[in-house]
């Protein structure tokens, strides 16, 4: 497995022990976010998994420390650039892929699952055409793959419930109903994960997938998490021309000044998010269908939203925090 470490890693290696599947980890020394996890860390984090220790980067690494000349039935994949930014997502999202496909191959699997996203489906920034031309290359390799695409996680849309605790308003792009999506919890992503190594019906597919439930907006977001904490819902507007501007700026001035290309990147990528849904597009009319997003599971964002103002759970956001 690769990319065992980050969200959906730890919660899919996790489901694949529970289910029997004998579980081997490609890892870096220094895992998690900022290098947190040393490799006792990790190995308490992924108990029950074998753990080997390289650099997914590099194809040497990947074959001797990684594939070892073991034979596999599948490689599962979770793994992703932790930033997004392009330098980073061409290196991991699709370079280091395409050299751990190769490796899978001389180790003799035949079977590929992918964690992708469902915003390829409108590659607009780097690290969804990173995603799209690996995804592109697992398609024609002649593995049998499952690609899977989900919409968003419970992390990504739970950055405001400090905030929001602590007296603020919730922060909304326009009037909060621009865009929706079918959130996807963890646990039950890692299970969909799982069932495509012997569910016949996602093999050779590109598979997007949500949670269950109706879709949500940003809007019902914030008024749900009120509600949670018994107060009234105030909402804070920011206008998308904000962001427009600021992407506008910082693509500017990183012509004279590179280093600033990357936060011109983040910028986009905040822009997309804010008015992109996380739902299945009909490439027909570039339309966001909630009906034709397929769900699965049974944890809402809503359920996750008690837990973690119970302080049942916690959420480690990692490098893509927004707010
Ligand atoms: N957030 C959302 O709402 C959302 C929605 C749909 C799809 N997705 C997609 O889901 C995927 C996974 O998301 P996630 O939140 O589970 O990711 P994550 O927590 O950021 O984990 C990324 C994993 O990739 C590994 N990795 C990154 N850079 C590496 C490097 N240079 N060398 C070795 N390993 C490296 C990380 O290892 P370390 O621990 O060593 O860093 C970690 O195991 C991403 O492709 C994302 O685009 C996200």
Not at 75 to 80: D, E, I, M
Not at 143 to 164: E, H, M
Not at 169 to 196: E, S
Not at 237 to 247: A, F
Request: charge should be positive; proline fraction near 5%; charged fraction near 25%.
């Amino acid at each position: 497995m690769l990319g065992a470490t980050g969200t959906i890693g730890q919660a899919t290696a996790r489901a694949l022990i529970e289910r029997g599947h004998e579980v081997v980890c490609f890892v870096r020394r220094r895992a998690g976010v900022g290098g947190a996890l040393n490799p006792d860390d990790t190995a308490r984090l992924l108990e029950g998994a074998a753990l080997r220790f390289g650099d997914v980067i590099d194809p040497t690494s990947l074959a001797r420390d990684g594939f070892r000349g073991d034979r596999f039935d599948a490689l599962v994949s979770c793994l992703a650039s932790r930033t997004g930014a392009s330098k980073d997502a061409w290196a991991i999202d699709h370079r280091a892929h395409l050299h751990a496909l190769e490796a899978a191959r001389e180790a003799g699997i035949t079977q590929f699952v992918l964690l992708s996203a469902i915003c390829v489906q409108k590659p607009l920034l780097a690290f969804q055409q990173a995603k799209l031309a690996f995804e592109n290359a697992l398609i024609g390799s002649g593995l049998t793959y499952s690609i899977v695409r989900p919409t968003a996680f419970f992390k990504s849309l739970s950055g405001q419930v400090d905030r929001v605790r602590r007296g603020k308003p919730f922060l909304i792009f326009g009037d909060g109903l621009i865009t929706a999506c079918k959130p996807i919890g963890d646990n039950d992503l890692a299970r969909y994960l799982v069932d495509c190594l012997d569910d016949a019906s996602r093999h050779k597919r590109v598979l997007p997938i949500g949670g269950p439930g109706d879709a949500i907006t940003p809007r019902q977001q914030g008024e749900h998490l009120f509600h949670l904490l018994g107060r009234k819902p105030r909402f804070k507007h920011v206008p998308v021309r904000l962001l427009d501007t600021i992407v506008w700026g910082l693509g500017a001035l990183s012509r004279f000044a590179p280093p600033l290309a990357e936060k011109a990147e983040l910028g986009r990528i905040g822009r997309y998010y804010a008015t992109e849904s996380m739902l299945v597009m009909d490439p027909e009319t570039g339309r966001y269908d909630a009906a034709a997003t397929p769900s699965t599971g049974t944890e809402t964002l809503f359920d996750f939203y008690a837990r973690l103002i119970a302080g049942e759970v916690s959420i480690e956001r990692g490098d893509h925090a927004v707010f």
